[in-house]
């Protein structure tokens, strides 16, 4: 069946440090990625995604790529900032699945 | 902004009671799920609605029941509530094939 296998945490960077958070994945079909984050106390907001192999998804610094041959979809950050202390959750969604299948969730904790 | 509305935020409550959480949306979209987020497993899916009294199970669906009488309102209901389901439940709707969450609604079963 479907899974992914994110990187367990919590991960604790000092500002300005670069940023990686493993993510590999089991799937049938050709499934979309998708990179969402938490921040305390709110729901989940997408951080980026991409639907083929090879796609570079995008957005505010973060950047993961569609690998098929290792089945990975890794995020990735230059120089992170306490504001981006939150939880990350790698997630796919399936060939003409409905839902979303998720990671277990990584935090992120930045310290000035 | 989906759109997306669950009530009650917060809610604390015994063994063996009745529970309904609701999740209400403004922007008509078909797809509907309720999912569960506990440490250690990420978000599971619950149940998920395709439609107006159109609804199937998903990953974690024992002790659980939904209902959708109208295209806005997905109602999650735990008849028997258990120290188990103790958890935060989010709604979600699908839009252009990504999902969009609402706040939340914690529960706690004592």
């Given at each position: 069946g479907d899974s992914v296998t994110q990187m ?92 979303l299948f998720f990671g277990t969730g990584t ?6 | ?110």
């Open positions: 367990e945490g919590p991960v604790t960077l000092s500002e300005e440090a670069f940023l990686t958070i493993n993510c590999t994945y089991t799937a049938t079909g050709y499934p979309s990625l998708f990179w969402y984050v938490q921040y305390p106390g709110e729901g989940l907001q997408l951080l980026l995604k991409a639907t083929k192999a090879d796609d570079k998804g995008s957005n505010k610094g973060f950047e993961a790529t569609y690998r098929k041959e290792t089945t990975s979809f890794h995020l990735e950050k230059g120089s992170v900032q306490v504001s981006d202390s939150a939880v990350y959750f790698c997630a796919l969604s399936d060939t003409g699945a409905n839902n935090r992120l904790t930045v310290i000035p | 902004d989906a759109g997306i509305t669950q009530s009650p935020r917060h809610k604390v409550t015994e063994t063996g009671t009745p529970v309904t959480l609701r999740c209400h949306q403004t922007e008509n979209h078909r797809y509907m799920y309720w999912y569960r987020q506990d440490p250690g497993h990420g978000l599971r899916l619950i149940h998920y609605s395709y439609g107006v009294k159109d609804t199937d199970k998903g990953e974690v669906s024992d002790g659980y029941s939904v209902s959708r009488s109208k295209t806005e309102d997905f109602l999650l209901t735990l008849e028997s509530a258990t120290s188990s389901q103790t958890s935060v439940y989010f709604c979600a709707i699908s839009q252009a094939g990504e999902l969009f969450f609402g706040e939340g609604s914690r529960l706690t079963v004592l």
